[in-house]
């Protein structure tokens, strides 16, 4: 039963690190939305949750592991952007769909933080004594 718990919140905080990563990487594609020459990018989140929780083909989704040591947290394979009108200054950024982007990944990091609160707190609850409050 402990091991399922330890490997429901190891999946989960991948997923929370995947989805701060992603994060990161919408609000710099934001804030070089005027920058000529910039070109948005992103990667593809089940495709790297798989590669970081050990569950993909060979190289999918994954670039390289950070800390160099098995346990690293994995990076991300960074894709560009496919701009939807070109621009004069060769800046890919569309700011409609970064904006839909980062609420997407906005909710389901929070949702995903609910998720990991509720199973601590079944679990806390499941271990209380009968007699305890």
Same mark, same amino acid.
């Given at each position: 039963?402990?091991?399922?718990?330890?490997?429901?919140?190891?999946?989960?905080?991948?997923?929370?690190?995947?989805?701060?990563?992603?994060?990161?990487?919408?609000?710099?594609?934001?804030?070089?939305?005027?920058?000529?020459?910039?070109?948005a990018r992103d990667f593809d989140f089940g495709a790297a949750l798989r590669a970081a929780s050990g569950r993909a083909a060979s190289? $999918?989704?994954?670039? +390289?592991?950070?800390? !160099?040591?098995?346990?690293?947290?994995? /990076?991300?394979?960074?894709? &560009?952007?496919? *701009?939807?009108?070109?621009?004069?200054?060769?800046?890919?950024?569309?700011?409609?769909?970064?904006?839909?982007?980062?609420?997407?990944?906005?909710?389901?990091? $929070?949702?995903?933080? +609910?998720?990991?609160? !509720?199973?601590?707190?079944?679990?806390? /609850?499941?271990?209380?004594? &009968?007699?305890? *409050?």
């Open positions: 039963m402990l091991q399922r718990l330890t490997e429901s919140l190891n999946f989960h905080s991948q997923a929370l690190t995947l989805r701060t990563e992603r994060q990161r990487l919408i609000a710099s594609n934001i804030a070089n939305a005027d920058t000529p020459g910039y070109q190289g $999918e989704g994954i670039a +390289r592991n950070v800390m !160099g040591a098995p346990g690293g947290r994995p /990076d991300p394979v960074l894709r &560009y952007a496919v *701009p939807s009108q070109t621009n004069l200054d060769s800046n890919s950024v569309d700011m409609d769909r970064e904006r839909a982007a980062f609420a997407d990944n906005a909710v389901k990091y $929070e949702s995903t933080v +609910r998720f990991i609160s !509720g199973s601590v707190r079944t679990m806390l /609850d499941a271990m209380k004594s &009968y007699n305890q *409050p």
